[in-house]
């Protein structure tokens, strides 16, 4: 027995499987890779109480964060979409269908 009625819990589905799309696209982690270098510590910032270690250490984690993001995406253009998220697509236009013809 679900905890959701069912046009709820397909509405969910619908969502996680969108999420799942949306985050294999290379659009996807360009924009994380640019949240993460905005959230570098800069000059004029207010920091208050955090030591000029801490904020090297926000610095050097946020930008390796944004190398990482920048490659994944890199890495999603030169070799597609993951496979999995074929068959997500794959499922949710099946799930599409369904309801439409239901």
Request: glycine share 4%; aromatic share 6%; net charge neutral.
């Amino acid at each position: 027995m679900s905890l959701l009625p069912p046009t709820e819990l397909n509405r969910f589905r619908v969502r996680l499987l969108s999420q799942v799309l949306i985050e294999a696209t290379a659009d996807y982690w360009e924009h994380r890779a640019t949240t993460f270098e905005r959230a570098r510590p800069r000059p004029g910032d207010f920091t208050g109480r955090a030591t000029a270690e801490s904020l090297e250490a926000s610095d050097e984690r946020c930008r390796l964060a944004a190398e990482a993001c920048r490659r994944h995406a890199s890495l999603i253009r030169s070799e597609g979409m993951p496979g999995a998220a074929r068959e997500v697509l794959e499922a949710l236009s099946e799930f599409e269908t369904a309801r439409a013809t239901s």
